[in-house]
């Protein structure tokens, strides 16, 4: 069953929550990718990256982690 959204309103909160969502995939990647790479991901950093809204950041960040030796190569 799917369910068409109408309202002005209920496309802002539909919208609002995938915008969200790429968010929590973007932040999931770069962590994802550190590990893969063995790089160590403290709490703090862990948080950092999880807790950023900033899409354009994260995308940043997950093209640093690529080639970053450390998770400060992110940040810097």
């Known amino acids: 069953m799917t369910y068409e959204y109408q ?6 909160y ?20 550190l590990s893969a790479r063995r790089i ?13 809204r900033d899409l354009a950041q994260l995308d940043t960040w997950l093209r640093r982690a690529i080639d970053a030796a ?3 190569d992110l940040f810097d």
């Open 14 to 33: 539909v919208e609002e929550g995938r915008e969200e969502g790429r968010e929590e995939g973007v932040a999931a990647s770069i962590i994802t990718v």
């Open 7 to 12: 309202g002005r309103i209920a496309r802002k």
């Open 40 to 52: 160590v991901v403290s709490e703090d950093q862990r948080a950092r990256i999880e807790q950023c």
């Open 70 to 72: 450390t998770t400060a």
